[in-house]
């Protein structure tokens, strides 16, 4: 089946630099997505948006090109609480990939188990509305329970503005709480404003909250992007990633977003996007951190 892109869709960028920062040995890149095929995995028909085809061969590809060693997968809305896209990429990577899924209430024992033993390792709950539709907490708050015994995590997505709100139901989650791309703080705001210091705050009390540095792209206002060689891309963003890494060195991930959904105003260079990296983690051990003693720990601990 195919399906009509959604209008102003901007695929990935093709032939991305080489990086000028050489990642450390074993680097993982802790959030990306496959989008379909969807000739052979059609897009949830509940979706808020259709992509282009991004299969596990280009992310694959890119991982090699980039110099990563891992990936971690993580379900796109684009696909629903239907894994087989995502599930499929994780079989297909020689145990180089995990999984974080979208589940539902109704699925059962030996579908999650399933889901484990094809490497899926967290769960996904998305609070950003014009991704998805509500799904009430104690729905969630019930699965969380459920894959905790698995020894999975909870990846959370949300929008700044909406933490104060949603903070109780997190800090009630009885796992590992991962959130996506910073929270999403407003960047044209102070570092040391309130709104981020609520979040600092949120991590500060609450140990088992871990964060993804990830989508300077997503989350710049000034730019300027990462295109045509540019080495300090999205200098507005860095202050915040790096007030994070430094505070919170054992619990800080790093992902490519690949292939950068929704984006409207340019599609980064994802060889130039790893070179933000050493801006917001300056020394070699907090990119060790940051790149593989984290990520190795949360999805591959049976490793260390
Ligand atoms: O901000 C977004 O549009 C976005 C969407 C998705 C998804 O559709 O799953 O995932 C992300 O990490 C970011």
Not at 142 to 162: K, N, P
Not at 261 to 266: A, Q, V
């Amino acid at each position: 089946m195919t399906s009509t892109k959604t209008s102003g869709w901007l695929d990935w960028y093709q032939g991305p630099a080489k990086p000028r920062f050489q990642l450390p040995a074993g680097a993982v890149d802790a959030h990306c997505h496959v989008f379909g095929p969807g000739a052979e995995f059609p897009f949830a028909p509940e979706r808020k948006y259709t992509p282009c085809d991004a299969g596990k061969r280009e992310l694959y590809a890119l991982r090699d090109h980039l110099g990563f060693a891992r990936n971690v997968i993580v379900q796109a809305t684009c696909h629903g609480a239907d894994n087989r896209a995502m599930v499929d990429a994780c079989l297909a990577s020689n145990g180089r990939a995990r999984g974080v899924a979208t589940v539902r209430r109704d699925i059962g024992d030996e579908e999650l188990q399933r889901l484990h033993d094809s490497g899926v390792r967290g769960v996904r709950f998305n609070f950003v509305k014009r991704l998805v539709d509500f799904t009430p907490k104690e729905e969630l708050m019930e699965i969380a329970g459920r894959i905790a015994t698995l020894g999975w995590h909870v990846v959370i997505y949300f929008e700044a503005r909406d933490l104060p709100e949603l903070r109780d139901f997190f800090t009630a989650l009885p796992t590992i709480v991962v959130v996506d791309h910073m929270g999403r703080p407003d960047v044209g705001k102070p570092v040391d404003g309130p709104e981020f210091a609520l979040f600092l705050a949120f991590m500060r009390d609450n140990a088992n909250v871990w964060c993804k540095v990830s989508c300077p792209e997503r989350l710049s206002v000034q730019g300027p992007p990462a295109l045509d060689g540019e080495g300090r891309a999205y200098r507005d963003v860095a202050p915040f990633a790096r007030r994070i890494v430094r505070e919170f060195p054992d619990r800080v991930l790093w992902g490519t977003d690949w292939p950068h959904p929704n984006l409207t105003d340019h599609m980064p260079d994802d060889g130039l996007l790893v070179d933000f990296i050493p801006h917001i983690a300056p020394t070699p051990e907090l990119q060790r951190k940051l790149l593989v003693d984290n990520p190795m720990r949360l999805y591959w601990p049976e490793e260390l």
